[in-house]
């Protein structure tokens, strides 16, 4: 089975700093998904950001990027220019593409605050 | 849109009560799941349905039941609810196509029982 690992349960940079948060994942398949959702104190999951394995090229939505590192199995999130707005809690997930009805496996969480 | 809506947002049970969670998605997706989050972890999957009338446990389906008549709707049951049932309970829903593996979350239901 596969499991996600995020090693660090809190996290705070201050605003408009720059943040890693840090995810592993342990996997036998060759095709997946790899994802960072965001739940604001609102309790709403949020997708970040997606990750196909297949492709090579880092993902990168506005001020959020990834650096994926396969072999490594090693998916971490880089916010840069952090807000206020980026306070929250963030869970890094996998989903196997075997087949299209696989749930996804999330980690633990890491709590990021952002200093003002 | 209104996307997946998820009602109650809050609810206390009292031991051995029963409910329904009520889950609905209005983007004609084909794959519906729930999932429950308990404090300071993250969310692991009860049941999900591929489509209307299938139904698949996940990870943790002991106490609860499913069902899915319709496309858009997927309530979750608890039949004898029990204090380990204490959980912030999220449906999710999923497209069908390749090129869209993500899964977009309902608001949340906040369930205590006591």
């Known amino acids: 089975a596969q499991t996600v690992t995020q090693s660090q349960p809190e996290m705070s940079v201050q605003e408009a700093e720059t943040v890693t948060l840090s995810c592993t994942y342990d996997?036998?398949?060759?095709?997946?998904?790899l994802f960072w959702y965001k739940q604001p104190p609102s309790r709403q999951m949020i997708l970040v950001i997606r990750q196909e394995a297949y492709k090579q090229q880092n993902a990168t939505e506005n001020r959020f990027s990834v650096n994926f590192q396969k072999a490594a199995k090693s998916f971490s999130l880089k916010i840069s220019d952090s807000q206020l707005g980026d306070a929250a809690m963030y869970f890094c997930a996998y989903r196997s593409a075997l087949s299209r009805n696989t749930p996804l496996v999330f980690g633990k969480g890491t709590r990021l605050s952002v200093i003002a | 849109n209104a996307g997946v809506t998820q009602t109650p947002k809050f609810r206390i049970l009292k031991i051995g009560q029963s409910m329904t969670l009520q889950c609905t998605q209005d983007m004609n997706h084909n794959y519906m799941y729930w999932y429950r989050q308990d404090p300071g972890m993250g969310l692991k999957l009860i049941y999900y349905s591929v489509g209307a009338g299938i139904t698949d446990k996940g990870e943790v389906p002991n106490g609860y039941n499913v069902s899915r008549s319709t496309t858009e709707d997927f309530p979750l049951r608890l039949e004898l609810a029990a204090p380990s049932q204490t959980s912030v309970y999220f449906c999710?829903?999923?497209?069908?196509?390749?090129?869209?593996?993500?899964?977009?979350f309902g608001p949340g239901t906040r369930l205590t029982v006591t």
């Open positions: 996997t036998s398949e060759s095709d997946y998904y």
């Open positions: 999710a829903s999923s497209p069908t196509r390749r090129s869209s593996y993500e899964q977009y």
